[in-house]
């Protein structure tokens, strides 16, 4: 069947912004990765305790690629407020939060050669230097009464101060030997060698305009906290009295690279032995989060042990008794962020939901659940009296900032920070599709027609194939994998959500495990044939389809499993060899829990799915990219593809990354990928 997507609230407040129509612009063009990369951007937004202020951070970048950020200040009691700008100082400030009487505000800026601690006054003059450390700040959270500050910082864990710390990171620096020494896994992270330093956490004191007596609470830690690589302050919090800090952390352990046990301790703020608060949950617990009478502990907890994408469950920590409870245990989707509502009672939480990251609104006694918004992939900010703001973006939005009723009426925009350049851009209109996949299942995906499409015509397919693979393309808008970059160079783009996707309930994430290569093929054929079969513009017999990470693995089993599907292929940092993938890759749980086990325990399982054993039928053209810093999936497995096409004869060619990771971040790189990736599509399927 097809799903008609109506016109979403949003696009009603771009209509009102004067965005959702494009007639006041000349002539807008297709979208190019030139235009992407020059995109502004907003972070680090906060509210002000009272909800009247509204400050964030905008990256803006000029037509000739010089970017540049300050802060801005929004005043949400005006209704057509215009935001004024804070700061012009070089670098960017981040981390931004109000103090106690809202009458000034704390960033993290590198204004003096290394990231500290500042505070600016809201009522005119400069910013002051608040902190003066000898190491970087790298994220801070302040206590409720404004009165101390949790810092993290990365230290070594045998020193006892941060001067030792620091001569140790200068003594690494100016060694004259290169070799790494190590006892034990992990050896390396994402694209990191391990160093031997930590995240570790102090509290100091802010006394007047100054930071005083920094203490080390997670002294001989030697685990990080917060957890490496994407995890930040979310997992970090004061109790409301301020008494204690709560953290998330892996236990120190032998097992760092093969489990996903991350608990939640309490420290004194004066630092001493931990507590673990959740021992008995042998899976990951996150982002303890208090109400604001100390009376519960909101958190989210796996079940699972080495599942890193099991669902996330509510729980509810009664900090009287002790005692936790599931909130909401029949709802069958995972949080990606809560927080408490004024009333102590309720929680606002963001989930993937149906191809959108949707806003919820959950009753902590009885377990109901309620959609407050739900087009788009949207952020919770703050929660200001009964209003909710937050940033969304959609498949035609790069992201601004909103603000909804409680009830999920009124929504309004409250900036417009891309105006000008999306006016110069013409986007390809996009609809979600659903068909029955494996086991005649409801499998969901987007189309999206070419910027210039005309009636009658027949246009090449883009396949766009997620990673993760427990991930979903759904409607946002991405830096990276952008699909209506595909739509600008003249596709039509389809993304289909494969079992195994998120946001369809934890058993359709699960049906991927032990089975990569069964139903997610026969989502991505039945998939192709059946939009096509709903869209006649469609042409599926002139396709390409791409992916990255397990994406790009999928590419590697469509060329020995479905190699008459495509005109041609793009692997990006895909997976070929099981067997060396499994002794190569860093986080060991991972291999682990998808293919059952070791390599040694389920050899049969990581065999039967591993792309190697089917080269004999390989045969389309294919372009294979990856990153020399990809330690997730090491750029052996990218060169062993290519190499086997290249002494087959196999049409193919190689794009290697010395300065990238899994993914690809700088923007000229970016610009060269888009470039390789349209001349190799277009060289097969525009002949």
């Given at each position: 069947?097809?799903?008609?997507?109506?016109?979403?609230?949003?696009?009603?407040?771009?209509?009102?912004?004067?965005?959702?129509?494009?007639?006041?612009?000349?002539?807008?063009?297709?979208?190019?990765?030139?235009?992407?990369?020059?995109?502004?951007?907003?972070?680090?937004?906060?509210?002000?305790?009272?909800?009247?202020?509204?400050?964030?951070?905008?990256?803006?970048?000029?037509?000739?690629?010089?970017?540049?950020?300050?802060?801005?200040?929004?005043?949400?009691?005006?209704?057509?407020?215009?935001?004024?700008?804070?700061?012009?100082?070089?670098?960017?400030?981040?981390?931004?939060?109000?103090?106690?009487?809202?009458?000034?505000?704390?960033?993290?800026?590198?204004?003096?050669?290394?990231?500290?601690?500042?505070?600016?006054?809201?009522?005119?003059?400069?910013?002051?230097?608040?902190?003066?450390?000898?190491?970087?700040?790298?994220?801070?959270?302040?206590?409720?009464?404004?009165?101390?500050?949790?810092?993290?910082?990365?230290?070594?864990?045998?020193?006892?101060?941060?001067?030792?710390?620091?001569?140790?990171?200068?003594?690494?620096e100016e060694r004259k030997s290169t070799g790494r020494e190590y006892k034990q896994l992990m050896v390396r992270h994402w694209d990191t060698w391990e160093d031997h330093a930590?995240?570790?956490?102090?509290?100091?004191?802010?006394?007047?305009?100054?930071?005083?007596?920094?203490?080390?609470?997670?002294?001989?830690?030697?685990?990080?906290?917060?957890?490496?690589?994407?995890?930040?302050?979310?997992?970090?919090?004061?109790?409301?009295?301020?008494?204690?800090?709560?953290?998330?952390?892996?236990?120190?352990?032998?097992?760092?690279?093969?489990?996903?046990?991350?608990?939640?301790?309490?420290?004194?703020?004066?630092?001493?032995?931990?507590?673990?608060?959740?021992?008995?949950?042998?899976?990951?617990?996150?982002?303890?989060?208090?109400?604001?009478?100390?009376?519960?502990?909101?958190?989210?907890?796996?079940?699972?042990?080495?599942?890193?994408?099991?669902?996330?469950?509510?729980?509810?920590?009664?900090?009287?008794?002790?005692?936790?409870?599931?909130?909401?245990?029949?709802?069958?989707?995972?949080?990606?962020?809560?927080?408490?509502?004024?009333?102590?009672?309720?929680?606002?939480?963001?989930?993937?939901?149906?191809?959108?990251?949707?806003?919820?609104?959950?009753?902590?006694?009885?377990?109901?659940?309620?959609?407050?918004?739900?087009?788009?992939?949207?952020?919770?900010?703050?929660?200001?009296?009964?209003?909710?703001?937050?940033?969304?973006?959609?498949?035609?939005?790069?992201?601004?900032?909103?603000?909804?009723?409680?009830?999920?009426?009124g929504l309004k925009r409250l900036t417009e920070v891309n105006k000008d350049k999306l006016a110069e851009i013409k986007f390809g209109e996009f609809q979600q599709f659903s068909?029955?996949?494996?086991?005649?299942?409801?499998?969901?995906?987007?189309?999206?027609?070419?910027?210039?499409?005309?009636?009658?015509?027949?246009?090449?397919?883009?396949?766009?194939?997620?990673?993760?693979?427990?991930?979903?393309?759904?409607?946002?808008?991405?830096?990276?994998?952008?699909?209506?970059?595909?739509?600008?160079?003249?596709?039509?783009?389809?993304?289909?959500?494969?079992?195994?996707?998120?946001?369809?309930?934890?058993?359709?994430?699960?049906?991927?495990?032990?089975?990569?290569?069964?139903?997610?093929?026969?989502?991505?054929?039945?998939?192709?044939?059946?939009?096509?079969?709903?869209?006649?513009?469609?042409?599926?017999?002139?396709?390409?389809?791409?992916?990255?990470s397990y994406g790009g693995y999928m590419m590697n089993w469509i060329q020995g499993n479905w190699n008459d599907g495509f005109k041609c292929l793009v692997n990006h940092a895909?997976?070929?060899?099981?067997?060396?993938?499994?002794?190569?890759?860093?986080?060991?749980?991972?291999?682990?829990?998808?293919?059952?086990?070791?390599?040694?325990?389920?050899?049969?399982?990581?065999?039967?799915?591993?792309?190697?054993?089917?080269?004999?039928?390989?045969?389309?053209?294919?372009?294979?990219?990856?990153?020399?810093?990809?330690?997730?999936?090491?750029?052996?497995?990218?060169?062993?593809?290519?190499?086997?096409?290249?002494?087959?004869?196999?049409?193919?060619?190689?794009?290697?990354?010395?300065?990238?990771?899994?993914?690809?971040?700088?923007?000229?790189?970016?610009?060269?990928?888009?470039?390789?990736?349209?001349?190799?599509?277009?060289?097969?399927?525009?002949?």
């Amino acid at each position: 069947m097809d799903i008609t997507m109506k016109i979403a609230p949003l696009l009603l407040a771009l209509g009102a912004a004067g965005l959702a129509c494009c007639a006041h612009a000349a002539d807008p063009k297709p979208f190019t990765v030139q235009q992407l990369v020059k995109l502004n951007k907003l972070h680090s937004a906060v509210v002000s305790h009272d909800g009247t202020k509204l400050v964030y951070g905008l990256k803006t970048v000029n037509d000739k690629g010089e970017a540049s950020s300050d802060l801005y200040l929004l005043d949400l009691t005006q209704a057509d407020a215009k935001p004024l700008q804070l700061t012009s100082a070089a670098g960017t400030e981040h981390d931004i939060s109000f103090a106690n009487d809202d009458k000034s505000i704390y960033f993290l800026a590198s204004r003096s050669g290394s990231s500290q601690l500042f505070q600016l006054p809201l009522t005119g003059g400069e910013a002051q230097q608040v902190s003066d450390l000898p190491l970087d700040i790298d994220g801070y959270k302040l206590s409720n009464d404004g009165k101390q500050i949790v810092l993290s910082m990365r230290v070594f864990p045998e020193c006892k101060d941060l001067a030792c710390s620091k001569d140790k990171f200068k003594a690494e620096e100016e060694r004259k030997s290169t070799g790494r020494e190590y006892k034990q896994l992990m050896v390396r992270h994402w694209d990191t060698w391990e160093d031997h330093a930590r995240n570790h956490l102090f509290v100091g004191t802010l006394n007047g305009e100054k930071l005083t007596k920094v203490v080390d609470i997670t002294q001989g830690l030697d685990t990080e906290t917060p957890p490496k690589p994407f995890s930040g302050m979310e997992e970090v919090t004061f109790t409301p009295d301020g008494q204690y800090v709560v953290y998330s952390a892996k236990a120190p352990s032998k097992d760092q690279a093969w489990t996903t046990n991350y608990d939640l301790w309490q420290v004194s703020v004066n630092g001493g032995k931990a507590t673990n608060l959740t021992a008995d949950n042998i899976a990951w617990d996150a982002q303890p989060t208090f109400s604001s009478d100390g009376r519960y502990m909101a958190y989210l907890a796996m079940t699972k042990p080495g599942f890193e994408a099991d669902r996330y469950r509510i729980m509810l920590r009664d900090t009287s008794t002790g005692q936790s409870k599931e909130v909401a245990p029949l709802w069958d989707r995972s949080p990606s962020s809560l927080m408490f509502a004024p009333d102590n009672r309720t929680l606002y939480v963001t989930a993937q939901d149906i191809g959108q990251v949707s806003i919820f609104k959950v009753n902590t006694q009885f377990g109901d659940v309620q959609s407050v918004y739900s087009d788009g992939s949207n952020s919770l900010i703050a929660i200001a009296d009964d209003q909710l703001i937050f940033d969304s973006k959609t498949l035609v939005e790069p992201g601004d900032l909103y603000r909804i009723n409680t009830d999920g009426q009124g929504l309004k925009r409250l900036t417009e920070v891309n105006k000008d350049k999306l006016a110069e851009i013409k986007f390809g209109e996009f609809q979600q599709f659903s068909f029955k996949g494996w086991n005649n299942e409801d499998v969901y995906g987007y189309w999206i027609k070419p910027a210039n499409y005309q009636e009658g015509k027949k246009y090449p397919i883009a396949y766009l194939v997620h990673g993760g693979p427990q991930g979903s393309f759904g409607n946002g808008f991405s830096g990276r994998w952008n699909a209506q970059l595909w739509a600008g160079a003249g596709y039509g783009v389809v993304m289909v959500d494969f079992h195994g996707s998120t946001g369809y309930g934890q058993a359709f994430t699960d049906s991927i495990s032990q089975d990569w290569g069964g139903k997610p093929l026969e989502d991505l054929q039945k998939g192709l044939a059946a939009v096509s079969q709903q869209q006649k513009w469609l042409d599926p017999q002139n396709a390409c389809a791409l992916g990255g990470s397990y994406g790009g693995y999928m590419m590697n089993w469509i060329q020995g499993n479905w190699n008459d599907g495509f005109k041609c292929l793009v692997n990006h940092a895909g997976l070929f060899d099981m067997r060396s993938m499994y002794y190569v890759t860093e986080e060991v749980w991972f291999p682990e829990h998808e293919f059952g086990g070791t390599y040694q325990d389920n050899k049969a399982l990581y065999e039967k799915f591993n792309p190697v054993n089917y080269v004999e039928n390989w045969k389309t053209p294919m372009l294979v990219i990856h990153g020399e810093k990809d330690f997730r999936v090491p750029y052996g497995q990218g060169l062993a593809a290519f190499s086997f096409m290249q002494r087959k004869g196999i049409p193919s060619e190689l794009l290697i990354y010395p300065d990238e990771n899994h993914w690809i971040l700088k923007p000229e790189n970016l610009e060269q990928w888009y470039a390789n990736v349209f001349r190799w599509m277009d060289s097969w399927t525009k002949k």
